[in-house]
């Protein structure tokens, strides 16, 4: 019945052409059949390779598998979803970002692939992290809702977007731009030690003066005499206690000013 079924509604619809699994192709001579019975015309038949996982085995609903609506709860977005799908079993002329009139016009059905395509997560990512970049901030603004000032949302997103590929990514962000941090442990506690009570006295004296992030800088390198990871690691972990993130300067302009003297006095007491 499926086959009887599945033929009448191409025939009914019009369709000229279908891509389906290879493991449709013994379907194929008996749907032929049936629709040169029936007196319709039958579509042309192209067979795509079964999409598999690391382990080789076939994506299935039991076996590695994620849903459209998975992936969307976990905030992956369409654009980067259809990215990595256009490729899978297919290849185009071009390895980098397609849009969606792109994705079309380099669709080639000689360019369909023999071999199983592998599902990599890790591939998916990557065009995530493209997806965010080129995103609209409103695309993105549900991301941080509630959890920034009302009315931030562009200028946070702004900061943070090249860390960003997840909603997760951006929760972290927020709370570390705006929440109330445990103290700074193993690397980043370290890099406070050796920045010293004169450094983070420096830091205060130049914060308290109303100093942007060049001008904190300045501060900081003629009080101290440092430069390079020096000079910019000990600030780096005071505000953040990490070692790596956003660019700093775009951090300390969305960062709450009294938050940023807390910080520095609590690095000033680590450091004494």
Not at 68 to 82: F, K, S
Not at 158 to 183: F, I, K, M, Q, S
Request: proline share 7%.
């Amino acid at each position: 019945s499926f086959l009887f079924c599945n033929a009448v509604d191409d025939a009914a619809m019009g369709v000229t052409h279908v891509f389906r699994g290879e493991d449709h192709v013994a379907n194929t001579p008996r749907q032929r059949l049936v629709l040169e019975a029936l007196g319709a015309p039958a579509p042309r038949y192209g067979h795509l390779p079964l999409l598999v996982g690391a382990d080789g085995a076939p994506l299935s609903k039991r076996h590695g598998s994620a849903s459209v609506a998975d992936l969307r709860g976990e905030g992956y977005l369409p654009d980067a979803v259809l990215n990595l799908l256009c490729r899978l079993g297919h290849t185009y002329a071009a390895d980098g970002w397609l849009d969606a009139e792109a994705r079309v016009a380099g669709f080639d059905a000689a360019a369909l692939g023999r071999a199983p395509a592998h599902f990599d997560p890790a591939q998916l990512r990557h065009w995530q992290k493209e997806a965010v970049h080129r995103a609209p901030a409103d695309a993105l603004a549900p991301w941080v809702r509630h959890r920034v000032p009302p009315g931030q949302e562009p200028r946070f997103l702004a900061a943070v977007r090249a860390n960003l590929v997840l909603p997760a990514d951006a929760a972290e962000w927020a709370h570390v731009v705006y929440g109330e941090l445990p103290c700074a442990e193993g690397e980043a506690r370290e890099a406070i030690a050796r920045g010293g009570a004169d450094y983070f006295d420096a830091a205060l004296a130049a914060h308290a003066g109303g100093a942007d992030y060049a001008a904190l800088v300045g501060a900081l390198k003629a009080r101290t005499g440092r430069k390079g990871r020096e000079l910019f690691q000990p600030l780096r972990a005071a505000l953040t206690h990490r070692l790596d993130g956003p660019e700093l300067a775009a951090l300390l302009d969305v960062m709450p000013r009294d938050t940023v003297r807390a910080r520095f006095e609590s690095a000033r007491r680590l450091a004494a």
